[in-house]
């Protein structure tokens, strides 16, 4: 075979494999434990905004990790209100390949989850970012962020930006 043809046929595979993987989501993420956000055809009021974000390097384990404090935003609007979130995070490679995604968990269900890419072996860092939103209805709600990993692997800096929202 052809050096042309072998790199082809390694391209088709690779384009193949991310197909796989591209607009799907991590196990574990199923369609009763998650919600996928709507349109909002009204205008919104912020009411308030969080941050939370760290730089300290931490090992991650393969599968779905917890990052940084879960948050308790109260919504206070008896019509319900609309949480969003802007979320990135910076993955390390791992020894082979490594899909990964950033997932929104609002009352232990997951707001959408799609795969964000896939790390190269040896390719040194990826910053994932993904951002997505859902009506809640008056009351508390928990939120955290999440990262999933196929394989154990280096969190470096990530950053969240929760933000609640009134009709």
């Known amino acids: 075979m052809s050096h042309i043809a072998k790199l082809s046929l390694a391209v ?4 193949f494999a991310f197909s796989a993987v591209a607009g799907s989501e991590p196990p574990g993420v199923k369609s009763s434990k998650k919600v996928s956000a709507e349109a909002i055809t009204t205008a919104h009021k912020l ?16 599968g779905f990790n917890v990052v940084g404090t879960a948050l308790t935003v109260n919504c206070a ?3 319900g ?7 990135n ?3 390390a490679a791992a020894a082979t390949e490594n899909a990964a ?5 609002i009352d232990a269900v997951y707001v959408n989850c799609p795969f964000n890419g896939i790390v190269r072996a040896g390719s040194g860092f990826q910053v994932m970012n993904y951002q997505t939103f859902a009506g809640v209805t008056a009351g508390n709600h928990t939120v955290e962020m999440h990262v999933y990993s196929t394989q154990a692997t280096t969190l470096h800096r990530w950053n969240k930006e929760i933000k609640l929202y009134k009709p």
């Open 12 to 15: 088709v595979a690779a384009a």
């Open 77 to 79: 609007n008896t019509a």
């Open 89 to 91: 995070a910076q993955l």
């Open 47 to 62: 009411q308030k905004t969080y941050f939370d974000t760290d730089s300290t390097s931490v090992a991650i384990n393969a």
């Open 81 to 87: 209100c609309t949480i969003a979130a802007d979320m």
């Open 101 to 105: 995604a950033i997932c929104l968990m």
